[in-house]
């Protein structure tokens, strides 16, 4: 996947999209500099806050995409602490941009992800 769209993303170096479960997060990212694309489970909350402070730390700029959830406020507020830019979207708007009917976890970060190289991601 490669980026397209506004300036205001080169100052963006990874963005990541979300399928968040309470246990687990599917993500899909891309780096706007390199075009490097990385699919990853994070397996648990441990897992994840390593990634994330792994990205920060290394200077990353980081912008994550995730559908609206009433279980993702410990991961919000890990993100916030960080520093990583968070745009919540609107799951029944994500929704209707499926292709598939088929739904997997990987098909919904890949989706999430696009929607933000597209700028067509719905932020609540």
């Known amino acids: 996947m490669q980026p397209t769209g506004s300036g205001e993303r ?6 990541i999209g979300v399928d968040f479960h309470p246990e687990f997060q ?5 780096d706007t500099v390199t075009g490097e694309f990385l699919e990853k489970r994070l397996a648990h909350r ?7 402070r792994g990205l920060t730390t290394a200077g990353q700029k980081v912008r994550v995409g995730m ?11 890990l993100l916030a602490e960080l ?8 799951a029944a708007q994500i929704r209707t941009k499926r292709v598939r ?18 700028d067509r991601f719905p932020q609540i």
């Open 101 to 118: 009917k088929q739904k997997t976890d990987r098909q919904d970060a890949q989706l999430i992800l696009r929607l933000l190289l597209e």
């Open 26 to 30: 599917q993500i899909a990212s891309v």
């Open 67 to 77: 559908e609206a959830s009433g279980h993702g406020r410990r991961f919000e507020g």
């Open 46 to 52: 441990e897992e994840a806050e390593t990634f994330y």
């Open 10 to 15: 080169s100052r963006t170096t990874i963005i």
């Open 83 to 90: 520093q990583v830019e968070l745009w919540i979207g609107d």
